[in-house]
Nanobody, 122 residues
Framework: QVQLVESGGGLVQPGGSLRLSCAAS????????MGWYRQAPGKQRELVAA???????TYTDSVKGRFTISRDNAKKTVYLQMNSLKPEDTAVYYC????????????????WGQGTQVTASS
């Protein structure tokens, strides 16, 4: 059983900042990629940022220069620092991780957090 627990969402004015955290727990052998997705009302869920176990990062064009993804492997936690927030960043943000369990180390499965609301509005 794996659980991804997210925190840090909320309401902020345009131009403000938020830091999202997502901590993984359970019978985990290893975590490969971790990422943040978001979904706005009426829109498809999209990848915002991703990071490999070694620290290589990928960002969607709309957040480059404003958002930074990072991870702490010892804490099994991924972060998303969001600066210069815009109204169009408003969405539910979901944590994602590729995880191998100790009882099935030959299988890598995707797990999702519950989602946390981020609202950038005046």
């Amino acid at each position: 059983q794996v659980q991804l627990v997210e925190s840090g969402g909320g309401l902020v004015q345009p131009g403000g900042s938020l830091r999202l955290s997502c901590a993984a727990s359970g019978n985990i052998l290893s975590i490969n990629n971790m990422g943040w997705y978001r979904q706005a009302p009426g829109k498809q869920r999209e990848l915002v940022a991703a990071i490999t176990e070694g620290g290589d990062t990928t960002y969607t064009d709309s957040v480059k220069g404003r958002f930074t993804i990072s991870r702490d492997n010892a804490k099994k936690t991924v972060y998303l620092q969001m600066n210069s927030l815009k109204p169009e960043d408003t969405a539910v943000y979901y944590c994602n991780a590729d995880i191998r369990l100790r009882d099935s180390p030959w299988i890598r499965r995707e797990y999702w957090g519950q989602g946390t609301q981020v609202t950038a509005s005046s």
